[in-house]
């Protein structure tokens, strides 16, 4: 059995634990945090949301393509 290095065996009465949600203050804790999310710009969000539609449509259209395909060669062999 290997022992931890000196500078994990810190305990834990020298370390503060930080505060539990369950505390009562989940609401300011979870406000707290929400001050720290970088937030996007208006142009950001909407270029990249136009991205992750036109990114969804050509992969929807790619799956139809296949599938269209498969169906028409079933259709071939096992008429």
Do not use: H, Y
């Amino acid at each position: 059995m290997t022992t931890p290095p000196s500078e994990d065996t810190t305990t834990a009465s020298t370390t503060s634990e930080p505060e539990s949600p369950r505390s009562g203050n989940f609401l300011a804790a979870t406000f707290d945090e929400l001050k720290l999310v970088v937030w996007p710009s208006r142009q950001q969000l909407f270029s990249e949301s136009i991205a992750v539609i036109l990114m969804v449509s050509l992969s929807a259209a790619a799956i139809a393509a296949v599938s269209r395909f498969f169906t028409w060669g079933s259709t071939q062999i096992f008429r």
